[in-house]
């Protein structure tokens, strides 16, 4: 089952709606949910501005928990959202992301979620690949001798 989570300003809303949809869901064990949660986890996924909101992320973090969740993780940059602002008022922050279960990750183990780069929006897009990962040959040059 693939749920979207789009950005709405009541942080506290969206976390009772994303475990409300979950734990009412147990039938199904298969889940994948991505958006703009509009809330970071760790200082580590926030740039400039206040500093973060302990208690929304801590909210957040018991929220994947409960629903048993997993961040996918991600190849790129860590920030997927800026204010487009320079100098002392830039912000950046992690608030887009995947998310599911281990069930899963069991079934599509070979995801990878890319973070692109940003282009006409504050937001980088995020895309979930599912190819293998293998060697890549590079193609031979032709040599002049």
Known sequence: ?????FQLTMKNIKLVI???????????DNWLIFGDFNIVLTNKEKFGGNPIDYNMSDAFQSTINACNLTDLGF?????????N??????????????LATQIW???????HNNHLLRYASDHNHILLDFWPIEKC????????I
């Open 1 to 5: 089952m693939v749920f979207m989570v």
């Open 18 to 28: 994303l475990s409300n949809s979950i734990n009412a869901s147990h039938q199904h």
């Open 75 to 83: 190849h790129g940059d860590i920030y997927t959202w800026a204010n």
């Open 85 to 98: 602002q320079v100098d002392k008022d830039h912000i950046k922050e992690r608030l887009d992301r995947f």
């Open 105 to 111: 990750t069991t079934i599509f183990p070979n995801y």
């Open 137 to 144: 040959r590079m193609p031979r040059r032709n040599r002049q």
